[in-house]
């Protein structure tokens, strides 16, 4: 990759164009993960000029579907964080059942790998059948992904650790079928998902939720961002509901943190 | 040219390594000034599990402040940052961290290229970087874009690491500024202060 086939103005110049013609506003992500997208996709599609790219960017709606798709992480895994998925199984997920329908909220869910392992964990705790997940991203092509619930079989040796890290009860291969160099996940886990493109930058709350899981998402986002998100999330979340987020992400600078407890050393937050 | 290099002051300090990089990192620490004049980073390649053990390591044999880089931090000068396992660090132009957890780069997250090579961008000719023993060629490209920018680039010997294939992929494919065999490696640091 070429680090400085686009320079900062080139940047700032695409992302107006995207804002104006598409409506997507990355101006507020991220500048350096941004940046090293576009130039990652600018030097995977070979453009020669910085001018071919953006009029192909801001002209050929197919081609601004895979500039949507690529620009944005879609990097995701099942279980990821086993201690987090055993604390959820464990503190959060048992006090939700005592509720008589839950609700949950997964932010920015690309592929649905993380709605899938929620679903297992409520199946396992026998709490699936008053759930619902709501599971949005940005991204079309994403959801439609999600929405097959099928993952490449050569990860599954490893969800399969991660699953029996967190705690998980079964042979995890119970929960699949697999399909040539794919793995089909029960149909069981999703009929109680409900898949939706919902941007974090520009759209509203939407519902009340007693979870909301949005991990590994705002890590992309810059801070005045952050807080504008945090500030949706509390909007939509119900008073003793929990939020969780990314490994390395943190409520920690929004000025409303005080009104949230940590729930023991994960990155889960309950609010008071 | 060299000279001029030289006298440029150090803005940043990233050293990339793999495997066998661990023995020079343990040899470095306890040798470096206490009054380093700017920040230090951290890419290292290991297990996604191994979150703490290597900060752990560090801690107990520098007097420098060791942490792992938070996403949004400042990086300040004296400080060591380590990137954090299974995450890739970019360098704002404010110099502060962001995280990212995209796809693996020559199969690695973090990856030191893209840690490399967004650092060339930021610090410019105040940069330096130092690519260590591994077995994958990692760091490769990110030197090139230190040299783009105007940047330092040291590498180690490969005769003195653990496993020669990194740097040496980096000796045949950028030039470097200087090649250093691991026992010079700290006082080439601490010169840097000067």
Known sequence: MISDAIDNEQVEILLNDVLETHGYDFLEYSHASIKRRIIRLYGLDNFVSFAEFRYTVKTDKQYFKRFLEEITVNVTEMFRDPSFYKSLRNDVLPVLGTYPFIRIWVAGCSTGEEAYSLAIVLKELNLLNKSLIYATDINPSVLDKAKKGMFPLNYLKQYSENYLQSGGLKDFSTYYTANYSLAKFDESLNSKMIFSTHNLVSDHSFNEFQLILCRNVLIYFDKDLQHKVFNLFDGSIEKLGYLALGSKESLEFWPKAKEYKRVKMEKIWRKL | ?194
């Open chain 2, 1 to 194: 040219m060299a000279e001029t290099v030289d006298s440029m002051p150090c803005g940043a300090l990233i050293i990339g390594g793999s495997a066998g990089s661990l023995d020079v990192l343990l040899e470095i620490f306890p040798a470096l000034r206490n009054d380093i004049g700017f920040p230090i980073v951290l890419v290292v390649h290991r297990k996604a599990s191994n979150e703490s053990l290597l900060t752990d390591l560090l801690k107990s044999r520098t007097t420098l402040v060791v942490s792992e880089a938070e996403e949004k931090e400042f990086l300040k000068p004296g400080n060591v940052f380590i990137v954090p396992a299974d995450y890739h660090m970019l360098i704002e132009e404010d110099e502060s961290i962001s995280l990212d957890y995209s796809e693996k780069v020559n199969y690695s997250r973090p990856s030191i290229d893209v840690t490399f090579q967004s650092a060339a961008e930021v610090f410019r000719e105040k940069l330096v970087c130092i690519l260590l023993s591994g077995s994958n060629a990692d760091g490769v490209e990110g030197l090139k874009s230190v040299n783009n920018f105007g940047g330092r680039v040291v590498i180690q010997n490969p005769n003195t690491a653990i496993m020669p294939y990194m740097p040496q992929q980096a000796v045949l494919n950028v030039k470097p500024h200087v090649v250093l065999d691991s026992h010079h490696m700290a006082d080439y640091i601490n010169k840097l202060n000067d």
